[in-house]
Structure formats: C-alpha cells, structure tokens
C-alpha cells in the first residue's frame, strides 16, 4: 500500500469531505480515505499494482474538486454606504465595523 496526498481547495466544506471520500471509494484498489476541510487535502492509501494515482485525481478533476477556487477579489474602488453616498467605504472594513472580527 501506498500513501498519496492531494491538495484540493474547492473542498471547504465537510459536505465536500463526504462526496471526495464516496467518489474515492468507490475506485477498486483504495483503502483507506483521509480528507480534511479544514487543509483542503486529502490522503490516499492506495494499491498501486490495481490503481494510479492519474485514475483519482481525473475523477476529483471530474467531479471539479481538483481545481482552483474562485474567490471574487475586491478591488482598490469604493462601495458607497447607504448613507446618501456620503461616506464611501471597502466592504472587508463594513465587515470589520459590523462584527469587530477579521474576515
């Protein structure tokens, strides 16, 4: 058996835990799946003489979990508060100012 750790960042959520770990699974020559949302990895042990580690990563490529994240990105403009347009602020300190956490 063979060990095999893959970075997937569309996995953020335990939701996407359960579907990488069925889809693993059900490939014959896995063992054993270790996935974590939290990292954004998961760990394979494999059998490499009945499966490569090309086979699971086109069916996490398949299932879109094997490329990037998109995250919409702010840019260096202003939004305008509700305020008459008065004060113009960036929508992470609105964040910030409403729940007093990092975002």
Not at 57 to 86: H, M, R
Request: without cysteine; charged residues 20%; proline residues 6%.
């Amino acid at each position: 058996m063979e060990k095999f750790t893959l970075d997937l960042p569309t996995m953020y959520g335990d939701h996407h835990v359960l579907e990488v770990r069925r889809i693993l699974l059900e490939i014959p020559g896995i063992q054993d799946v270790y996935a974590s949302s939290a990292f954004r990895a998961v760990e394979i042990t494999y059998d490499p003489a009945k499966v490569s580690p090309e086979t699971f990563i086109a069916k996490l490529d398949q299932a879109g979990y094997s490329g990037d994240l998109l995250v919409p990105v702010e840019l260096s403009t202003a939004a305008v508060q509700g305020n008459g347009g008065k004060k113009p602020y960036f929508r992470h300190t609105a964040s910030y100012e409403t729940t007093r956490t990092m975002v």
